[in-house]
């Protein structure tokens, strides 16, 4: 079932590494962390002895290519947080730690030469049968000491400086870098570590590779004393080494006697982060998804033992859960990881489609001798314009010369690209942003559900260790303001809000076929916040600023909440489509039921979303107009009751969208000063309409609870206390 939603039914390669994993984690993991390994900072033998499992059961492999000695072709993006999923719904500390190699390796894979590319991964490889070497293990280092720490790419206190430089040899840059909380440190035998340049012949930042055994000092540093992922190794090194030039990721060239890396830092780390991003947000996913069933042994069997409760009593079985409230909790948190885990796997298939565009692109821009941000920005924009036409004929088809365009936009691999691109850019942060923050909220709903079992080391499913672990998922790649900063620049792109609005129609196309899955919610939600941005966009506050730009994080932060809890939604509603439609050959009898009930975890999902958009939206729209006093300028801004009348004999109802009408010159005492209504009359009746969009969604959740009821699950947990 979850193949079919997840979309990789057809990849038995895929399909096997999450056996492998799955494996991994509920065996070797699991004992682990139920033995103590979380009591300690340090990284032991017990907690090495991960990194075997790993590179035997194919997770380590997941990322090469196979003539590196991996066994996946192609884009990586959806496999890798398939392995995360898996790792992280017994401990998310242990999924970092195995996809934290694949973080040190990304820039070389991303922006690395050709040679460095084969040279690195073929090292990091695990080793083949009949093979003696042990793999190279990578690190990332781009964190800092304070004030510097921070993946605001921005900043960076470490140096690169020409060494020596003889004429007509490889110049040897000595490399001085402090890196904090830094993964897998313990152990990397190298570290692809950030850079500025201190030295007039090197003429950028640059990421430059560190390997144990250069020359000068590779010191592990002091382990991280972490609250939370102890299986994975944190510390903050210290490097003063000399490396040849031939080290910089990506390459460089000479120009009038000075290094030119061929890409600064922040070109790099963004290439990165931005597939990475997306595993650690599915990581939180499956906590809350992996909660559920220890949940509902423990309410189930809450009242067992007690003389009241006899067998086959109401009480006997059902426990708590003979009653909604604890129920249609876990209904909310039974759906949060539904929204987030088809979010995340939705972003990382998107990131396997674009990836093969995006190299496609590049050697489009170099085939036309396009190089410099300036006219690539120009060429993107020319892409961008014959991206929007196709939306907009797609939109409204009008005959067969539209079809036949239509059709030529859409065989366009670059027009494709500059779409994806742009859903890309805000799904990737709004990823990272919802599931981990949204998901520690709901992962603490979880761990209440327990009562005070929750919060102790017995707890099923490590359930108090993963809501604490929850955090730092938030945090590490970029905490939630530097999620929040990226959306408010990529979510304005008007290419991304010609899709939302694609998204609209189809959202509400869908509702047709599927009533009940709260696509109409969603829809109207969408447009919603559509509308409150194109608003906000054109407005001031009170005192006659700009409301969307750059520094009013006020605004701009909570618009990329709002997003986020949107995009969730859709995907998830896109999910149950396909498990509506191609469930049947799966699930067979059961098929029906099942369909249904996640239909209602959407349903109650969307009503969720419809909730929180809708607040955050009318506190933007309204909250930045200063409320009137009883002044004579505050009155003017009010209807008089004998307009409001002739109003309402022109337009029927019209009046109705006044709050406070003045009687007699007068407001009564009660109902205080008013404000006007003037211009956003549009936004009252989208709001109501969303309002209106939650017929049945309480149904919906109370068919999810009866059905949460009768749920069956196994005896006991299959790993360990
Ligand atoms: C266990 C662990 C492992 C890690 N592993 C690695 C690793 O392998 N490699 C690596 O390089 N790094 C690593 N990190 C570092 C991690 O990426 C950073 O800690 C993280 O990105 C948060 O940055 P920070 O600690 O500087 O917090 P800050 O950036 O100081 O954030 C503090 C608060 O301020 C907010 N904030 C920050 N900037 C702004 C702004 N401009 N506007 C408004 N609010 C803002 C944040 O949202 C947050 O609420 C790791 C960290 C931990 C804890």
Known sequence: MRQLMWRFADRYDLQMLVQSARGVARGPVARLVADGGRNAHEWTARKNELLSHYDASGITAAFMEPEEGGFITGPKNLALALAAFELAWVDAGAATGALAGFLGLSPIHERGTPEQLRHYMSLAAPAKPGEDRAPWRAAFALTEPIPYVGVDTGMLSGKVSVAEWSPGAEPVLQVEKRGRFIT?????????????????????????????????????????????????????????????????????????????????????????????????????????????????????????????????????????????????????????????????????????????LERKKDAALAAQGIGGMKATMKWMKALERSALELLELEAHPRGEKQEARIAELRGDELVRFALLDAQANV???????????????????????????????????????????????????????????????????????????????????????????????????????????????????????KLVQSPRQGVTFKLADALGWLVASRAQILDAVVLAEEGGAVLGEAHAGTARFFADLCHAQAARTAGEVGRICAELVHGYNRHPSWDAEGRAACWSASDADALEGIIPGLAGCSVDVLTEGAHPDKEGPCASCQGISDFRSLRVKVDGCLTGAMLAKDRAAEALSKVMIPEALDYPL
């Not at 992996?290 to 003389?307: D, K, M, N, T």
């Not at 999620?483 to 010609?498: D, E, K």
């Open 427 to 545: 799904l990737c942060p709004a990823t990272k942003l919802w599931n981990t923050g949204v998901g520690a909220d709901f992962m603490r709903e979880a761990v209440s559900l327990m009562g005070g079992y929750g919060i102790t080391e017995d707890c099923p499913g490590f359930l108090g260790q993963k809501w604490m672990d929850a955090q730092l998922e938030a945090t590490y790649e970029g905490p939630e303001a530097v999620q929040r900063r990226q959306l408010s620049v990529t979510m304005g792109n008007p290419l991304f809000l010609a899709q939302l609005k694609a998204w609209v129609r189809e959202l509400r196309h869908l509702s047709g076929e599927h009533p009940g899955l709260g696509g109409c919610v969603i829809a109207s939600a969408m447009d919603l916040w559509l509308w409150t941005y194109r608003h906000l966009e054109r407005s001031t506050d009170a005192d006659g600023v």
């Open 184 to 356: 897998n440190m313990g152990f990397a035998n190298f570290v692809t570590a950030a850079v500025d340049t201190a030295d007039p012949r090197i003429k950028s930042s640059c990421l430059v590779i560190l390997e144990e055994t250069d020359p000068g000092t590779f010191d592990r540093g002091t382990p991280t004393k972490k609250l939370v992922h102890q299986l994975s190794s944190t510390s903050d090194p210290i490097f003063s080494l000399r490396v040849p030039a031939s080290r910089i990721v990506g390459g460089y060239t000479v120009k009038d006697g000075v290094i030119v890396p061929n890409f600064d830092h922040s070109q790099v780390i963004e290439a990165v982060f931005r597939r990475t991003r997306v595993t650690v947000g599915v990581m939180t996913s499956a906590k809350l998804l992996s909660a559920v069933e220890p949940v509902i042994r423990y309410q189930r069997g809450r009242f067992r033992g007690a003389e009241q409760a006899a067998p086959g009593s109401v009480r006997y079985e059902l426990g708590i859960q003979q009653r909604e409230d604890a129920l249609h909790r876990l209904v909310d948190v039974w759906a949060a990881g539904e929204a987030g885990a088809s979010l995340g796997f939705a972003t990382a298939r998107l990131f396997d489609e674009l990836d093969p």
